[in-house]
């Protein structure tokens, strides 16, 4: 059965950084690319980054390019995104995602974890 | 960037009755490179539809999604209860970024 567990989430002030985890189980995780999509309190979905199974590619959202960084550790079965330079407008809940393919091109997501909200706000 | 817009924004139907959601790109999605999401209140999305009109894993076959080009559809047949949820459309081209429409409301009432 496959499992996205998440953490990392919290209350951080505009400005601060927070790096986020995904735990993975019950697939081969280096075979598939991983996301990030996130939802803002009472709106709709918003994709923000994919990394390629081997780590090789990664692409982001204009909203947060520059700012984060999705990242992996295949020896961990673990997906990361580093937020820097956090602002308010980046409060969500952020999912983990996983892919249908290798390098995440033309795959939608066929799992995704439960969530953890960030909060930004002084 | 492709722009994905779903009508109507919101929609009450009764037990039993089929609800039909519309998902219009701004351009042609490429190999039919779109897929339906479901999202409970209080919980994550999941997977309905991908590739325009297969169903993922475990999906009832009261779901059904077509549609090619700009004009898709997701069709859901004898409503339950548990159908209330809201629904998102998204594009998953060759290269991100794979945006998402911004939903339709189901209501079962």
């Known amino acids: 059965e496959v499992q996205l567990v998440e953490s990392g989430g919290g209350l951080v002030q505009p400005g601060g950084s927070l790096r986020l985890s995904c735990a993975a189980s019950?697939?081969?995780?280096?075979?598939?690319?991983m996301g990030w999509v996130r939802q803002a309190p009472g709106k709709g979905l918003e994709w923000v980054s994919l990394?390629?199974?081997?780590?090789?590619?990664?692409h982001y959202a204009d909203s947060v390019k520059g700012r984060f960084t999705v990242s992996r550790d295949n020896s961990r079965n673990t997906v990361y995104l580093q937020m820097n330079s956090l602002r308010a407008e980046d409060t969500a809940v952020y999912y983990c995602?996983?892919?249908?393919?290798?390098?995440?091109?033309?795959?939608?997501?066929?799992?995704w974890g439960q969530g953890t909200m960030v909060t930004v706000s002084s | 960037e492709i722009v994905l817009t779903q009508s109507p924004g919101t929609l009450s139907l009764s037990p039993g009755e089929r609800a039909t959601l519309s998902c219009r790109a701004s351009q042609s999605v490429s190999s039919s490179y779109l897929a339906w999401y479901q999202q409970r209140p209080g919980q994550a999305p999941r997977l309905l539809i991908y590739d325009a009109s297969s169903r993922a894993t475990g999906i009832p076959d009261r779901f059904s999604g077509s549609g090619s080009g700009t004009d898709f559809t997701l069709t859901i047949g004898r409503l339950a209860p548990e159908d209330s949820a809201v629904y998102y459309c998204q594009h998953y081209g060759s290269s991100p970024p794979y945006t998402f429409g911004q939903g339709t409301k189901l209501e079962i009432k």
């Open positions: 995602v996983k892919q249908i393919n290798y390098y995440g091109a033309g795959s939608h997501h066929d799992f």
């Open positions: 990394i390629s199974g081997g780590a090789t590619t990664t």
């Open positions: 019950g697939f081969t995780f280096s075979s598939y690319a």
